[in-house]
């Protein structure tokens, strides 16, 4: 298996601009994270699907932030307009139902500096 | 004050040394134990598992559980350079099981 499979890996932008990250979930999961991780707050969930469907998103930031998954195997996480706080690595991952309570798979990251 | 509380290191130990990493918590709701290893630049990646209180050991790994203290340990022995990464708990009770709280991290070099 592929693993869960973000990108882009890095992306440098300016303040204003809009930023859209991808996450390719592994094949079979039917639980999907958007995470935040910064070296001040640690990880951050920002929004859970489950089936495709959010189930929690109280944890994104604000209306900047949204995301959605239009099928099984695609999501994105878009930030509209981005600001220098925006930055950090933003992490998709992804879990089954049948597995271990709190066993998640973490894609690589997709690191986001915003100037 | 956080619900879970984790000290962020760094700790740097010799090879071969027995590591001890240690969490505490604040809610008792808590169930459901988790240590990840993250490598630098890359996903964190389950090492361990534990439901409720007790000791569970997986090789040189070893994590337990406190729950009338709230407090959790990972203990690797003989540890290897390879394990210098960032460990983090994270824990979740039985209702919302998806929703994980997680600590800061603890990094940790093993210096050969």
């Known amino acids: 298996d592929a693993g869960v499979i973000q990108s882009p890996r890095h992306e440098v932008t300016e303040m204003g601009q809009e930023v859209t990250l991808r996450c390719k979930p592994i094949?079979?999961?039917?639980?999907l994270f958007w995470y935040r991780q910064t070296m001040m707050r640690g990880l951050e969930l920002l929004i859970y699907?489950?089936?495709?469907?959010?189930?929690?998103d109280s944890g994104m930031p604000e209306d900047r932030f949204s995301a959605k998954m239009p099928n099984a195997s695609f999501s994105t996480l878009k930030i509209q307009p981005s600001e220098p706080r925006d930055s950090a690595v933003y992490f998709c991952?992804?879990?089954?139902?049948?597995?271990?309570?709190?066993?998640?798979?973490f894609g690589e990251g997709s690191r986001l500096t915003v100037l | 004050q956080k619900e879970v509380e984790q000290d962020p290191g760094p700790l740097s130990v010799p090879e071969g040394a027995i590591v001890s990493l240690n969490c505490t918590y604040s809610?008792?709701?808590?169930?459901?134990f988790m240590w990840y290893r993250q490598y630098s630049r890359k996903g964190p990646e389950l090492l361990m598992y534990?439901?409720s209180s007790g000791n569970k050991e997986d090789g040189r790994f070893t994590a337990q559980v406190d729950k009338s203290s709230k407090y959790i340990s990972l203990f690797i022995r003989d540890s290897q350079p390879s394990d210098s990464a960032t460990y983090l708990c994270?824990?979740?009770?039985?209702?919302?099981?998806?929703?994980?709280?997680w600590g800061l991290g603890t990094s940790l070099a093993v210096n050969p």
């Open positions: 534990t439901y």
């Open positions: 809610n008792s709701a808590f169930q459901y």
């Open positions: 699907f489950n089936n495709n469907v959010p189930i929690d």
């Open positions: 991952a992804s879990s089954f139902a049948g597995g271990s309570t709190g066993e998640l798979f």
């Open positions: 994270a824990m979740t009770n039985a209702g919302n099981n998806r929703k994980l709280i």
């Open positions: 094949s079979g999961h039917d639980y």
